[in-house]
T-cell receptor, first 111, second 115 residues
Framework: GESVGLHLPTLSVQEGDNSIINCAYSNSASDYFIWYKQESGKGPQFIIDIRSNMDKRQGQRVTVLLNKTVKHLSLQIAATQPGDSAVYFCAGGGGNEKLTFGTGTRLTIIP | NAGVTQTPKFQVLKTGQSMTLQCAQDMNHEYMSWYRQDPGMGLRLIHYSVGAGITDQGEVPNGYNVSRSTTEDFPLRLLSAAPSQTSVYFC??????????????FGEGSWLTVV
């Protein structure tokens, strides 16, 4: 099966700076990954996804990078804002397998 | 569009009590599931359903029952609550159960404390 984890439980970033949140996975057969944002007291919200046939995908202020060689993906948030403070976690899986979720990194934006 | 709606938001139970967490979705998704979220752990799948009348066990099913009488509703029942079931519960729905190309939509969560 798949195991998905995150490198750091917490991350503090100055407002306006860019932030990078990392995630590692174990199953080389995993071909789909999602990043979720979870604000305090709320359910996880979809941010961006990426398939294994891509190395990079960009959204609004967010970029996901996938390195299949080392089984690592990252979420980059540009020009962070106070509203970006939340827990971010990745999820991954492949084929008919259900998604496996990581534990999350708590991002704090310092004013 | 309400998405996935769960009730109650907060609940305190005594050990041995039973209760039902309600979940409804209005996106006509075939797939619905229940997860629990505990500190230091990723979301863990409790039970899931691939359509009305069909349910199956996830990673941590013990102590929970589900039913799927309609496409919209997927209640989670705690048969005899235990302190180990203190957790945050999330209902989710999606177009597919498989990982590939699938976006899972989550409810706002139900905070359950068993004393």
């Amino acid at each position: 099966g798949e195991s998905v984890g995150l490198h750091l439980p917490t991350l503090s970033v100055q407002e306006g700076d860019n932030s990078i949140i990392n995630c590692a996975y174990s199953n080389s057969a995993s071909d789909y990954f999602i990043w979720y944002k979870q604000e305090s007291g709320k359910g996880p919200q979809f941010i961006i996804d990426i398939r294994s046939n891509m190395d990079k995908r960009q959204g609004q202020r967010v970029t996901v990078l996938l390195n299949k060689t080392v089984k690592h993906l990252s979420l980059q948030i540009a020009a962070t804002q106070p509203g970006d403070s939340a827990v971010y976690f990745c999820a991954g899986g492949g084929g008919n397998e259900k998604l496996t979720f990581g534990t999350g990194t708590r991002l704090t934006i310092i004013p | 569009n309400a998405g996935v709606t769960q009730t109650p938001k907060f609940q305190v139970l005594k050990t041995g009590q039973s209760m039902t967490l309600q979940c409804a979705q209005d996106m006509n998704h075939e797939y619905m599931s229940w997860y629990r979220q505990d500190p230091g752990m990723g979301l863990r799948l409790i039970h899931y359903s691939v359509g009305a009348g069909i349910t199956d066990q996830g990673e941590v099913p013990n102590g929970y029952n589900v039913s799927r009488s309609t496409t919209e509703d997927f209640p989670l029942r705690l048969l005899s609550a235990a302190p180990s079931q203190t957790s945050v519960y999330f209902c989710a729905s999606s177009n597919s159960l498989s990982a590939s190309g699938n976006t899972i939509y989550f409810g706002e969560g139900s905070w359950l404390t068993v004393v």
